[in-house]
């Protein structure tokens, strides 16, 4: 089984640039996540899709952020413009829709280390 | 707000050694709680906790959860270099839909 698919690997981009992050989750996973992850710190949740839908996306810096996740497979995180504390990696993770409440595991991406300079 | 404590950030052990990894946690609608293993950028599924008082185990982890004190512990015996790594503790909310991860535990294991 394939896993959850992240480009690029790495990007460097100066400040006020922008840039796109792009994810493929593992086939028949309606629950799209990205994390924001800064060094030293756990993941935090920037946007979770379910299907084609935003379920929550209370904690992306709507000014600057976007995302979209488009027929309800694949997904593309922006930063337009980027900041240097935008400096992080950014986890893509896919699950099952939880049909019991107490959900699925998720499974995570190689991510995309971003350094904004 | 939802809250997650990890303790302690950072340790240092020898192989052989046993360590005990420390996650409370403050969440609305808690629904299960979560162990992630990351090495270096993909954090990878150890364990999945939904009853108290039943341990899960995998090898030389092992893992159990108190919803009434509203903690998780997660035990690593015989540690090997291998170990090394950052453990994530991921509490569930909302219907067991988004995931609320703590700082992490950084674990160094010497040779």
């Known amino acids: 089984e394939a896993g959850v698919a992240q480009s690029p690997r790495y990007k460097i981009i100066e400040k006020r640039q922008s840039v796109a992050f792009w994810c493929n989750p593992i086939?028949?996973?309606?629950?799209l996540y990205w994390y924001q992850q800064i060094l030293g710190q756990g993941p935090k949740l920037l946007i979770q899709?379910?299907?084609?839908?935003?379920?929550?996306d209370s904690q992306l810096p709507k000014d600057r952020f976007s995302a979209e996740r488009l027929k309800g497979v694949d997904s593309t995180l922006k930063i337009q413009p980027a900041k240097l504390e935008d400096s992080a990696v950014y986890l893509c993770?896919?699950?099952?829709?939880?049909?019991?409440?107490?959900?699925?595991?998720?499974?995570f991406g190689q991510g995309t280390r971003l350094t904004v300079v | 707000e939802d809250k997650v404590v990890q303790s302690p950030l950072s340790l240092v052990v020898h192989e052989g050694d046993t360590v005990t990894l420390n996650c409370s946690y403050e969440v609305t609608n808690f629904r299960s709680l979560l162990w992630y293993k990351q090495e270096k950028k993909a954090p990878t599924f150890l364990f999945m906790l939904?009853?108290?008082?039943i341990e899960k185990k995998s090898g030389r982890l092992s893992s159990i959860l108190d919803k009434k004190e509203l903690f998780s512990i997660l035990n690593i015996t015989a540690t090997q270099t291998g170990d090394s790594a950052v453990y994530l503790c991921?509490?569930?909310?909302?219907?067991?839909?988004?995931?609320?991860f703590g700082p992490g535990t950084r674990l160094s294991v010497l040779p």
């Open positions: 086939s028949g996973h309606a629950t």
């Open positions: 991921a509490p569930r909310d909302n219907y067991g839909q988004n995931f609320v």
């Open positions: 993770a896919s699950s099952l829709a939880s049909r019991t409440g107490i959900g699925t595991e998720a499974f």
């Open positions: 899709f379910q299907n084609n839908g935003v379920v929550d």
């Open positions: 939904t009853s108290s008082g």
